[in-house]
Each structure stands twice: as structure tokens, then as C-alpha cells.
């Protein structure tokens, strides 16, 4: 497994943009398509977006697609969540998690499905 860390956190306003960071321990990241999830104050943990382990396919949540962006750098360990026009309702602790490659994509949005957490990032947006 990997050990995942989030940066980028922060207090914003609405309109505003936020670039959230994970950065991954460990040789195999490589192996991991990776996700961000988040959970609002009293929500249950919602799938947001998610990259496949070449970057080549990514898929986005429907209150997410057109604003938020997901990358990865496999030679950094790293993958990012470019947000932009951040409305109040996306405030929420944010997560990445690693999920296996071998693992088929149709269950990318399944949170059961990913073996890694990091800790979380509070992204909060005001209006």
C-alpha cells in the first residue's frame, strides 16, 4: 500500500479556485489509480473525481464536471484537484485514496473499492 498526504486546504471564496495536492509514499505509485473524495459536515463521504494510473482516463462527479480538474505526475508521486468556481456547497473535508490498477474502472466511484486514505483537507468556501 501507499501512504498518502494532503496539502492545499484553505479557507476561499466563492468564484474562487484551489489547487488540493496528495503526495504518495512508496516506489508503486504507478500502480494506483487515484481518487478524491469529500465529506461535508454531516454528508456521507461522496465520490468527486478520479484518474487512472497513466492519467489517460478520468472521471468526474456530476456537481464537479466542468470546474474540477484531476492530473497526476507519476515521476512526483503526486496528483492534484484543480478547482475552480467554488460555490459554498463545496466545502467539505477532501481525501485522496489510491485504488489498485488491476482493479476493473466501472467501480472507480466506490470508496469500498480503494485500499490507501490520506488524512483529509478542509477546503472551505464562503459565500
Known amino acids: 500500500q501507499v501512504q498518502l498526504v494532503e496539502s492545499g486546504g484553505a479557507l476561499v471564496q466563492a468564484g474562487g479556485s484551489l489547487r488540493l495536492s496528495c503526495e504518495a509514499s512508496?516506489?508503486?505509485?504507478?500502480?494506483?489509480?487515484m481518487g478524491w473524495f469529500r465529506q461535508a459536515p454531516g454528508k456521507e463521504r461522496e465520490f468527486v473525481a478520479a484518474i487512472a494510473w497513466n492519467g489517460y482516463k478520468t472521471y468526474g462527479a456530476d456537481s464537479v464536471k466542468g470546474r474540477f480538474t484531476i492530473t497526476r505526475d507519476n515521476d512526483k508521486n503526486t496528483v492534484h484537484l484543480q478547482m475552480s468556481s467554488l460555490k459554498p456547497e463545496d466545502t467539505a473535508v477532501y481525501f485522496c485514496a489510491a485504488r489498485l490498477s488491476s482493479r476493473p474502472w466501472v467501480g472507480i466511484t466506490n470508496e469500498q473499492e480503494y485500499d490507501s486514505w490520506g488524512q483529509g483537507s478542509q477546503v472551505t468556501v464562503s459565500s
Open positions: 512508496g516506489r508503486t505509485f504507478s500502480r494506483y489509480a
